[in-house]
């Protein structure tokens, strides 16, 4: 795990730039630093690394092919490395490797097979920059799901001369003396609707997030980059529900757990020590019995709990690694950490995000930092089989919807929105629904646009709705699934994974988002992973061959954060009040200070719209620390 960065200006102090970028991501690689200035050409590369496999120096970064023809600044990790560098070397592509890193052998195969179809062949996540030296053209590439960070856009070097530039990192651009600050306001109403803000915009003007599974190809410094995919979740969820497993449940069940081992097994080859999250959930147990299944030592698992107990699952996931015979950490957290930490988390989460449970993560992840430099997390099980309430609530609600004729109520929604009854959240809500036109629409609606003060924050803004992924699956609960796996999944989860266990130079990794594992999930049908009001049906009777039932059934809390009670409650209220009663953001006029008010007196006096106060209080000490970082 590492982090990268890159521009096209030869008429700045490149040394001086590239040096101050890299500097700013080293918690991102703490081990190690590199640079690649290309006098002929024009480009920088820079690099920092935190070393998990090949911790010589050749494994070092930004690294030149054999024949020298191309460069690469890559940060990930290739699962099936072992696979391709036999390959390499079978076909006699390579004579001999310098060293065994995964770096060398992506870099070797990007030269033998091209990008694209190295790409295809390789298993991991990763964000990576190669510089053909011979073509002259620059590409970048992002794993299939998004895993590792990749921003590129236009900056100015201080005289009104914009170039190229990218980075693992959005705060890397600030190190650019003549980078323009400029809110993207939309962005901040979208981040302030969904508590992300959604590819490919980033809160910055002119600055974008290179989209999951694509590519994006520079052939001259000042054209217009090339944005193609190379594999696509939609077309796979697609292809999945027209070529559907065929076998049966128990045949479902040998199989998906086979796929489970075996990305685990890839996922836990490291020359560093290797540990797990673990809740006391389904998802994270699963991966940590398998984890002490293939190992011979028990597997170091790490745990978060709350010293509420109506919250805390420390004791499950204590229960759980007992059972197992793992080493178990655990640490308990109070309001006090969270109101400490709050404040700093705008240096590593360099555009807002209000998902409460980055608290957790960070914590889970500063805890396993101190005995590992790998973890395993359980992340991706309730997208990919059916974890979450929605995907069982909307359904039903959106049956009563389109029971009525789109002829009538479409017209019935926009006469409430013509009669202003839509000031009013009943009204606001039923409206929206009466209007829409496909599930994911209700979705959205349950999901995100509850609170109708979020279309009054930002004065002038346009929030655009999410894109409709589902509408190619005819299965309704597939359909959501999708939708949250193309938005919510990378730009809010792995956003907070990455930037979470990076801000302590911990690597994260997601074996339910192997390539094989993933793309056979989606040829399961919905009554294996959701049936008869149990949620992650098959996930739990694979898991139930090695954790007893008894300790399972009990209702789902994840790494959840009591922040209504936080909020409420002691020196973070104060805290609270302070930032929302004197938003600067409003003082600027990014915000609509009426409305802000509003809502935080509303969340004081009924405790409820805690998720859109926390948003906004999320945006708040991003704005203020950006003021501070100026």
């Not at 309001?335 to 807002?352: D, G, H, N, T, V």
């Not at 002038?460 to 796996?485: I, N």
Request: charged share 25%; glycine share 6%; net charge neutral.
């Amino acid at each position: 795990m590492c982090g990268i960065a890159g521009f096209y200006n030869s008429r700045i102090d490149r040394e001086q730039l590239i040096r101050a970028m890299t500097d700013r991501m080293r918690h991102r690689g703490p081990d190690a630093e590199g640079f690649w200035l290309d006098e002929q050409s024009g480009w920088t590369l820079g690099h920092r690394r935190l070393s998990i496999l090949d911790l010589s120096e050749s494994g070092a970064q930004p690294m030149l092919s054999a024949s020298g023809r191309f460069v690469i600044s890559y940060n990930g990790e290739i699962y099936n490395a072992a696979l391709l560098r036999g390959r390499l070397l079978a076909e006699g592509r390579v004579a001999a490797f310098r060293g065994h890193s995964d770096t060398e052998i992506l870099l070797e195969a990007i030269e033998a097979y091209g990008l694209e179809e190295t790409l295809r062949l390789s298993k991991g996540m990763f964000a990576l920059a190669v510089y053909d030296r011979e073509k002259k053209v620059l590409r970048l590439a992002r794993d299939r799901m998004g895993e590792k960070p990749l921003y590129y856009g236009m900056a100015d070097d201080g005289g009104g001369r914009p170039f190229f530039t990218f980075a693992s990192d959005l705060a890397l651009f600030l190190c650019i003396p003549g980078f323009r600050r400029e809110i993207d306001r939309d962005a901040l109403a979208e981040f302030l609707m969904y508590k992300y803000v959604p590819a490919p915009r980033s809160i910055y003007k002119n600055v974008f997030k290179l989209p999951a599974g694509c590519i994006l190809t520079l052939r001259a410094p000042f054209d217009a980059p090339e944005i193609t995919p190379y594999w696509s979740l939609t077309e796979t969820a697609a292809r999945g529900e027209a070529q559907p497993f065929s076998g049966t449940y128990e045949e479902a069940k040998e199989r998906l757990e086979a796929l489970l081992t075996d990305s685990i097994r890839d996922q836990m080859v490291a020359d560093v020590p290797v540990g797990a999250f673990l809740s006391g959930g389904i998802d994270s147990p699963l991966v940590v019995s398998l984890m002490q299944k293939l190992s011979p030592r028990p597997v170091k698992t790490f745990t978060i709990g709350y010293d509420d107990p109506k919250i805390n699952e420390s004791e499950a996931a204590k229960e759980i690694a007992r059972h197992l015979g793992t080493e178990h950490t655990e640490l308990i957290l109070t309001e006090r950490e969270m109101k400490e930490l709050i404040p700093r988390l705008p240096y590593y989460f360099s555009e807002p995000l209000s998902d409460s449970s980055l608290i957790s993560t960070y914590f889970v992840s500063s805890l396993a930092r101190s005995k590992v430099t790998v973890s395993l997390s359980g992340d991706a099980g309730d997208e990919l089989f059916c974890g979450y309430e929605r995907y069982w609530e909307t359904p039903a609600l959106w049956d009563r919807v389109r029971a009525a004729p789109a002829v009538l109520r479409r017209p019935a929604g926009a006469a409430l929105e013509g009669l202003g009854l839509t000031r009013k959240p009943f009204f606001y809500k039923a409206a929206a629904c009466l209007k829409a036109d496909n599930i994911n629409q209700v979705r959205e609606m349950i999901q995100y646009r509850r609170d109708i003060e979020t279309q009054r924050l930002v004065p002038g803004a346009s929030v655009t709705p999410l894109g409709e992924v589902g509408a190619k699956l005819k299965d309704p609960y597939a359909a959501m699934q999708l939708a949250d796996m193309e938005y919510y999944f990378p730009d809010d989860i792995l956003y907070k994974l990455d930037r979470a266990s990076m801000a302590v130079s911990l690597e994260s990794r997601i074996p339910m988002l192997d390539r094989d594992f993933l793309e056979f999930a989606w040829t399961l049908p919905t009554g294996f992973k959701y049936a008869d009001g149990v949620s992650k049906r098959i996930l739990r009777d694979i898991l139930y061959r090695y954790v007893p039932k008894s300790m399972l059934d009990r209702p789902k809390q994840g790494f959840y954060v009591p922040l209504q009670k936080w909020l409420l409650e002691g020196s973070t209220y104060e805290y609270a009040r302070e930032l929302l009663e004197h938003s600067r953001l409003a003082r600027d006029g990014w915000l609509d200070e009426k409305t802000v008010l509003a809502v935080w007196d509303f969340f004081r006096k009924n405790r409820k719209k805690h998720q859109l106060t926390f948003n906004i209080l999320m945006a708040e000490q991003w704005y203020r620390s950006q003021q501070l970082d100026a």
